[in-house]
């Protein structure tokens, strides 16, 4: 395949004018690329397939539904929308429950792995859809370790303090799926052991905590990594207590992840986030859950009823907010049309940072020879003109 006349995103953060090619579903050079197909990008930007490493579901499914249904269809609106690359996050739900979502998972993701290893995979996607969807190539584990006092949409029967034992059968269990585990530090005595167990196999995030500034500190100068959905689900930042965002700005080696929906954070916050952090710390994720895609109404996250109206999530029982209504491409638009985020940095939150994060910049998360042909293209207005996966147009 050929794609003509676009504006291509480099790994320097820029676009540039020119044509992408694509060979055995991999970006090539031009003397390898296949020639058969050529696609007008009629000007175009062309961007890497993003990847959302934290949301929930979408499109009346949930990833804790713990069905193959359930997968399908979670992976085939993500492609669509142009998120080729998902990690989904686990709810704090009963111990055997979240072994079966991850089991599931596992068996999911050998499933896509075996049809896309298939030489005759074109042929049989078309029967199961499956290699049209995101690929599946992390767990994030939001719960069960958390902070009764900032639970949010979190059911606080099911919270567990965090141990090592218990950490490990859901990595196994995953065979190795889960790349991020949450914590609480302030309620867990034996964190720094924790941490110190786990920080080698997976990424340690501080989730869904009350912390205070000393304790993440703590935290993170022993190896935990990233804040999940900074601002939300922490104590706020302020001139005498910092708190967790404080203790992220002053650890170089933390990722934080931002919901962009318009919802969650104030646009002047998402600002200064990013002249606190720079871009290269900052991953936008969705946090999507359920009812993502679907009309305003009443639905469930994590057992629990939420209601969505006009773009936002809230638990029936204290009006709280419960994940965001929007995808991941649509958080990017967000950022740049409605925040004053630069577009190419905005790319690289949402595709190059996750990647980089997972570890997995190596063959995704940029438009770059020998990587997965993932690319999507945004016209003018960054509406999704088309939606190019392992060199397949999907959509």
Same mark, same amino acid.
Request: aromatic share 6%; net charge negative; proline share 4%.
């Given at each position: 395949?050929?794609?003509?006349?676009?504006?291509?995103?480099?790994?320097?953060?820029?676009?540039?004018?020119?044509?992408?090619?694509?060979?055995?579903?991999?970006?090539?050079?031009?003397?390898?690329?296949?020639?058969?197909?050529?696609?007008?990008?009629?000007?175009?930007?062309?961007?890497?397939?993003?990847?959302?490493?934290?949301?929930?579901?979408?499109?009346?499914?949930?990833?804790?539904?713990?069905?193959?249904?359930?997968?399908?269809?979670?992976?085939?609106?993500?492609?669509?929308?142009?998120?080729?690359?998902?990690?989904?996050?686990?709810?704090?739900?009963?111990?055997?429950?979240?072994?079966?979502?991850?089991?599931?998972?596992?068996?999911?993701?050998?499933?896509?792995?075996?049809?896309?290893?298939?030489?005759?995979?074109?042929?049989?996607?078309?029967?199961?859809?499956?290699?049209?969807?995101?690929?599946?190539?992390?767990?994030?584990?939001?719960?069960?370790?958390?902070?009764?006092?900032?639970?949010?949409?979190?059911?606080?029967?099911?919270?567990?303090?965090?141990?090592?034992?218990?950490?490990?059968?859901?990595?196994?269990?995953?065979?190795?799926?889960?790349?991020?585990?949450?914590?609480?530090?302030?309620?867990?005595?034996?964190?720094?052991?924790?941490?110190?167990?786990?920080?080698?196999?997976?990424?340690?995030?501080?989730?869904?905590?009350?912390? @205070?500034?000393?304790?993440?500190?703590?935290?993170? +100068? &022993?190896? %935990?990594?990233? $804040?999940?959905? /900074?601002?939300?689900? =922490?104590?706020?930042?302020?001139?005498?207590?910092?708190?967790?965002?404080?203790?992220?700005?002053?650890?170089?080696?933390?990722?934080?992840?931002?919901?962009?929906?318009?919802?969650?954070?104030?646009?002047?916050?998402?600002?200064?986030?990013?002249?606190?952090?720079?871009?290269?710390?900052?991953?936008?994720?969705?946090?999507?859950?359920?009812?993502?895609?679907?009309?305003?109404?009443?639905?469930?996250?994590?057992?629990?009823?939420?209601?969505?109206? @006009?773009?936002?999530?809230?638990?029936?029982?204290? +009006? &709280?907010? %419960?994940?965001? $209504?929007?995808? /991941?491409?649509?958080? =990017?638009?967000?950022?740049?049309?409605?925040?004053?985020?630069?577009?190419?940095?905005?790319?690289?939150?949402?595709?190059?940072?996750?990647?980089?994060?997972?570890?997995?910049?190596?063959?995704?998360?940029?438009?770059?020879?020998?990587?997965?042909?993932?690319?999507?293209?945004?016209?003018?207005?960054?509406?999704?003109?088309?939606?190019?996966?392992?060199?397949?147009?999907?959509?």
């Amino acid at each position: 395949m050929i794609i003509k006349n676009v504006k291509i995103y480099t790994e320097e953060k820029s676009f540039r004018e020119g044509s992408i090619f694509i060979q055995n579903g991999a970006f090539c050079a031009e003397s390898d690329a296949d020639d058969t197909e050529v696609f007008d990008g009629k000007g175009c930007y062309a961007i890497p397939g993003l990847i959302d490493l934290h949301f929930h579901g979408c499109a009346g499914y949930d990833f804790c539904d713990g069905t193959t249904e359930a997968l399908d269809k979670i992976s085939e609106y993500e492609a669509a929308a142009g998120i080729t690359g998902i990690s989904p996050a686990t709810m704090t739900l009963p111990f055997d429950e979240l072994e079966h979502i991850l089991r599931t998972a596992y068996e999911y993701q050998s499933s896509q792995q075996s049809l896309a290893a298939d030489q005759n995979h074109t042929e049989n996607t078309a029967a199961s859809g499956c290699c049209h969807g995101a690929d599946l190539i992390g767990i994030n584990m939001e719960g069960p370790f958390i902070s009764s006092t900032k639970k949010g949409a979190q059911d606080p029967r099911h919270i567990l303090q965090c141990d090592v034992k218990t950490a490990r059968k859901f990595i196994n269990s995953s065979g190795g799926l889960v790349k991020f585990i949450g914590i609480a530090p302030e309620e867990n005595p034996d964190y720094l052991e924790f941490i110190a167990q786990l920080k080698d196999q997976v990424n340690i995030s501080l989730a869904h905590t009350n912390a @205070d500034y000393d304790t993440a500190m703590s935290a993170f +100068g &022993a190896g %935990a990594n990233h $804040a999940v959905h /900074l601002y939300n689900a =922490m104590p706020p930042f302020t001139h005498r207590s910092p708190g967790v965002v404080g203790a992220v700005a002053d650890s170089p080696h933390v990722y934080a992840e931002l919901i962009c929906d318009g919802v969650h954070i104030h646009p002047s916050v998402v600002r200064a986030t990013f002249r606190m952090l720079g871009e290269d710390r900052i991953i936008f994720i969705s946090d999507s859950m359920r009812a993502t895609g679907m009309p305003d109404g009443r639905y469930t996250l994590g057992g629990l009823d939420v209601d969505l109206k @006009d773009n936002r999530v809230t638990l029936v029982s204290d +009006g &709280a907010l %419960a994940g965001s $209504a929007s995808n /991941l491409m649509q958080c =990017m638009r967000t950022a740049v049309t409605q925040m004053g985020i630069p577009l190419e940095t905005a790319v690289a939150c949402a595709a190059v940072n996750p990647a980089k994060c997972l570890g997995v910049y190596d063959s995704r998360g940029s438009i770059t020879i020998g990587k997965k042909a993932d690319v999507v293209l945004l016209d003018g207005s960054l509406k999704t003109a088309a939606v190019i996966k392992d060199g397949i147009k999907i959509r």
